[in-house]
C-alpha cells in the first residue's frame, strides 16, 4: 500500500494543525481492513508511535503525550487517516510519519510496521 501525507507546517505553540494520509495501491490479495498509525521522529532518535487505529475493531491507541491533545479519525475502511493535533508544544517538532500494517493488532514498535509514507514536517514555533 502506498502512503502519502499532508497537512504539516510551522504553527506557533498552542495553536492547531491536522495531518491527513491517504492510502493507494493496496494489493488485492491484503486483507481490506488494516491498521493504520503516525508516527514522529526527530534528528537523532528513534522513530516513535503517536496514534493508531486498529482495523480489526476500531480501536484507537494513543501515546501518553497525545491522549489528551491529538485525536485521529479515519480508518482503511475510507483509505485514510487523520490527526487532529490541538494545543501543539515546541516538542511536538517533528517529522510525521504514516504507516499501515495488515496483520495482527496495533502495536507501538515502529518496527513491525511495514509501509511507510515520506513524512511531513510539522514545525511548532515558542
Known amino acids: 500500500v502506498q502512503l502519502v501525507e499532508t497537512g504539516g507546517g510551522l504553527v506557533q505553540a498552542g495553536g492547531s494543525l491536522t495531518l491527513s494520509c491517504t492510502a493507494s495501491?493496496?494489493?488485492?490479495?491484503?486483507?481490506?481492513?488494516?491498521?493504520m498509525g503516525w508516527f514522529r521522529q526527530v534528528p537523532g532518535k528513534e522513530r516513535e508511535f503517536v496514534a493508531a487505529i486498529s482495523g480489526t475493531d476500531g480501536s484507537i491507541d494513543y501515546a501518553d503525550f497525545a491522549k489528551d491533545r491529538f485525536i485521529l479519525t479515519g480508518g482503511s475502511a475510507e483509505s485514510a487517516v487523520h490527526l487532529l493535533m490541538n494545543a501543539l508544544l515546541p516538542e511536538d517538532t517533528a517529522v510525521y510519519y504514516c504507516?499501515?500494517?495488515?496483520?495482527?493488532?496495533?502495536?507501538?514498535?515502529?518496527?513491525?510496521?511495514?509501509?511507510w509514507g515520506r513524512g511531513t514536517q510539522v514545525t511548532v514555533s515558542s
Open positions: 504507516a499501515a500494517k495488515f496483520s495482527n493488532n496495533v502495536v507501538f514498535s515502529p518496527h513491525l510496521w511495514p509501509s
Open positions: 495501491d493496496r494489493d488485492e490479495r491484503m486483507p481490506s481492513r488494516y491498521n
